[in-house]
DNA sequence: GAGTGGTCTAGACCACCGG
DNA sequence: CGGTGGTCTAGACCACTCC
């Protein structure tokens, strides 16, 4: 990486040309996992406060780019990995694949407004939750909130331990046959709970995804999940006829057309 | 609001508390549109510095929380607009309802090394790339490179003026049946042109949407669509059997539960 | 011109990690 | 312990919008 960087006179900010230098940089000396030096330095490399270049900083590490490290330094990111989210595969429960699920709690109780809105359920109605984390080569990526009132699940045995109950609720959920799934994907940050469980700090960008699955003509469930969006790339694969490369081969498309 | 809003002693961030009692505000005492105090009012009312007060909106505006306007203020922001992205609604070209895509430009030019890898095709053969602007209630919303190799596309005529070639390109599409498409979703920030497309300042969040599409067992196209992540949610209908509530019913599930 | 958010500075202290 | 990133401060100036 050059010593200077030469920061032009002045219609864009430092902030982002220097991001673009540092791009630059991460490409073509850098690898995955191999540290920058560290902002004190950088900082003063390039003549800038270090507010300024963490600024910079923070715009990479949104990209998934780098990786920082308190009390270590920061860090050139490995490319995100493709988690896909069909159900066939990997996102309902019990399905082929899956000891990619650890779940967390199991609680009862009566669903708020929003969330019997959600299921299409008269509030106060009993719902069952099961909360879990989606585990990828062993690292936690995602959490996920699976809502089920208690109606969809007419042979659910009655009270037991936590743990048990969870297990029932999602074998109860293996039977069903789901005939259809709504999905969404919008922007959020992992609030406290989700951020541990994500071994990331609040306030961590995630992609949060909301799935409504139906069985018989009605929705059986309401799964809202969050993924670290540092590191995930969320796949939607096809149930569909043809198999298709599997997208990731398009690494680097957008800024190098 | 509150005047003070007690900043606690310490385990979590000032910036973080700041977020979650003006996260409180939005929610209970303010509509859609309207306006925040000023910054340095507001840093003085909790008696913090502006930085970090900016620091907790810049949460909420990654959020969606919040909008931004330089010289005007900070407001409450609308709820993010659903975007459908199946193709027969509105992904592909021509379809249905769709007057919602403004073309920019189209270009002929050899693949870089890393779209032929995405479109399964040797480096250096000839690709269209049209790029295209996708409008929901008039507003730019997503801004969509739309590679097609040449090859496959026989029977597209010869030179022409760009808006024309376009238009050819666009329309060959529709004539081919697409039996598959492989879609992923990650977090990026809109570069320099994408960001003037889009409305939005350089470094904004977006949605990359990349979009691989299949015929007769071949790629035919790759899409890589960016969608502004402060305003838009994506959402993946159902080719399946039954008609699902319209996810956005689930508004709130997330924090109310 | 007055008021807004956007950028930038130069410093300070803290929390965490490793040897 | 020294070194790292994370937080916070108090100020400055700029770019933009509206009147």
Same mark, same amino acid.
């Given at each position: 990486?050059?010593?200077?960087?030469?920061?032009?006179?002045? =219609?864009?900010?430092?902030?982002?040309?220097?991001?673009?230098?540092?791009?630059?940089? $991460?490409?073509?000396?850098?690898?995955?996992?191999?540290?920058?030096?560290?902002?004190?330095?950088?900082?003063?490399?390039?003549?800038? %406060?270090?507010?300024?270049?963490?600024?910079? /900083?923070?715009?990479?590490?949104?990209?998934?780019?780098?990786?920082? *490290? *308190?009390? $270590?330094?920061?860090? $050139?990111?490995?490319? *995100?990995?493709?988690?896909? +989210?069909?159900?066939?595969?990997?996102?309902?429960?019990?399905?082929?694949?899956?000891?990619?699920?650890?779940?967390?709690?199991? !609680?009862?109780?009566?669903?708020?407004?929003?969330?019997?809105?959600?299921?299409? $359920?008269?509030?106060? &109605? !009993?719902?069952? !939750?099961?909360?879990?984390?989606?585990?990828?080569?062993?690292?936690?990526?995602? !959490?996920?909130? #699976?809502?089920?009132?208690?109606?969809?699940?007419?042979?659910?045995?009655?009270?037991?331990?936590?743990?048990?109950?969870?297990?029932?609720?999602?074998?109860?959920?293996?039977? /069903?046959?789901?005939?259809?799934?709504?999905?969404?994907?919008?922007?959020?940050?992992?609030?406290?709970?989700?951020? %541990? #469980?994500?071994?990331?700090?609040?306030?961590? =960008?995630? #992609?949060?995804?909301?799935?409504?699955?139906? &069985?018989?003509? *009605?929705?059986?469930?309401?799964? +809202?999940?969050?993924?670290?969006?540092?590191?995930?790339?969320?796949?939607?694969?096809?149930?569909?006829?043809?198999? +298709?490369?599997?997208?990731?081969?398009?690494?680097?498309?957008?800024? %190098?057309?």
């Amino acid at each position: 990486m050059g010593t200077t960087g030469q920061l032009s006179a002045v =219609p864009e900010p430092k902030y982002w040309h220097l991001r673009t230098v540092l791009l630059k940089a $991460i490409d073509t000396e850098f690898s995955t996992g191999q540290v920058l030096p560290n902002e004190r330095e950088l900082s003063a490399r390039f003549g800038v %406060a270090r507010a300024t270049l963490r600024q910079a /900083l923070d715009q990479l590490e949104l990209e998934g780019r780098l990786v920082r *490290r *308190r009390g $270590i330094g920061t860090l $050139i990111a490995a490319p *995100r990995v493709g988690v896909p +989210v069909n159900r066939q595969e990997e996102g309902w429960p019990g399905a082929a694949r899956s000891q990619a699920w650890r779940t967390v709690d199991c !609680t009862t109780a009566p669903a708020s407004a929003a969330l019997a809105k959600g299921l299409g $359920i008269a509030e106060g &109605a !009993t719902v069952h !939750t099961v909360r879990r984390v989606r585990l990828v080569e062993g690292r936690a990526m995602a !959490t996920e909130s #699976l809502h089920v009132p208690a109606a969809a699940l007419p042979h659910l045995p009655g009270f037991r331990a936590e743990s048990d109950r969870a297990r029932s609720v999602l074998r109860q959920l293996e039977r /069903l046959e789901v005939d259809g799934e709504s999905r969404a994907v919008e922007l959020g940050v992992a609030e406290a709970e989700e951020a %541990a #469980l994500l071994e990331r700090p609040p306030g961590s =960008p995630v #992609l949060v995804m909301t799935t409504q699955y139906a &069985a018989a003509g *009605r929705l059986v469930a309401l799964a +809202v999940s969050t993924y670290r969006a540092d590191t995930c790339k969320l796949t939607f694969g096809e149930t569909g006829l043809v198999e +298709v490369t599997p997208v990731g081969a398009a690494e680097g498309v957008r800024t %190098a057309s």
